[in-house]
Antibody, heavy 115, light 106 residues
Framework: QVQLVQSGAEVKKPGASVKVSCKASGYTFTGYYMHWVRQAPGQGLEWMGWINPNSGGTNYAQKFQGRVTMTRDTSINTAYMELSRLRSDDTAVYYC????????WGQGTLVTVSS | DIVMTQSPDSLAVSLGERATINCKSSQSTNYLAWYQQKPGQPPKLLIYWASTRESGVPDRFRGSGSGTDFTLTISSLQAEDVAFYYCHQYYNTPWTFGQGTRVEIK
């Protein structure tokens, strides 16, 4: 069965970077785009972008252009999302998600940005 | 981008009564999912392809609609159904979501 297991919670200072991992299993990792979605406290769901694990190609939401980098390591079936120049309003739960007929989601990673 | 508009923003329903949530898409799609989210938990998939119930989801949850107009119906509200509910289109990039509907007990 499809499983997406994310890395643990992070606390970062403003201006720092954070890198969240998402280990995939139960399907062909290189066959399906990996999306990243975030949810700020008390807010809705916001799409950040996707990576094509086969080619490494990416497509980022305009809001995050220049601050987000999505990468992957096909040898360990893992996708990464790095967000730089963190601000307090980047405090959120970050999810990886993909679709194989139906959407599957990771468990989420809480990133707290605080001085 | 496909804009997803949910209504209402919140809903209070008596136990055992029906709850209905609507979602309107700015473009036609049938790659439409419904999620339930409780505090501190990730979204839980209830319905995909607009009307297919995910395995293990109680049959009081029903998705309907096609094209641009979709509905999630909880036929007999239970206490454990108190949560936020979101619609999601995964047909086009960017993925887009409704703003969420809060369901409470009246």
């Amino acid at each position: 069965q499809v499983q997406l297991v994310q890395s643990g919670a992070e606390v970062k200072k403003p201006g720092a970077s954070v890198k969240v991992s998402c280990k995939a299993s139960g399907y062909t990792f290189t066959g399906y785009y990996m999306h990243w979605v975030r949810q700020a406290p008390g807010q809705g769901l916001e799409w950040m972008g996707w990576i094509n694990p086969n080619s490494g190609g990416t497509n980022y939401a305009q809001k995050f252009q220049g601050r987000v980098t999505m990468t992957r390591d096909t040898s360990i079936n893992t996708a990464y999302m790095e967000l730089s120049r963190l601000r307090s309003d980047d405090t959120a739960v970050y999810y990886c998600a993909m679709e194989v007929t139906i959407p599957y989601w990771g468990q989420g990673t809480l990133v707290t940005v605080s001085s | 981008d496909i804009v997803m508009t949910q209504s209402p923003d919140s809903l209070a329903v008596s136990l055992g009564e029906r709850a209905t949530i609507n979602c309107k898409s700015s473009q036609s799609t049938n790659y439409l999912a419904w999620y339930q989210q409780k505090p501190g938990q990730p979204p839980k998939l209830l319905i995909y392809w607009a009307s297919t119930r995910e395995s293990g989801v109680p049959d009081r949850f029903r998705g309907s609609g096609s094209g641009t107009d979709f509905t999630l119906t909880i036929s007999s509200l239970q206490a454990e159904d108190v949560a936020f509910y979101y619609c999601h289109q995964y047909y086009n990039t960017p993925w887009t979501f409704g703003q969420g509907t809060r369901v409470e007990i009246k």
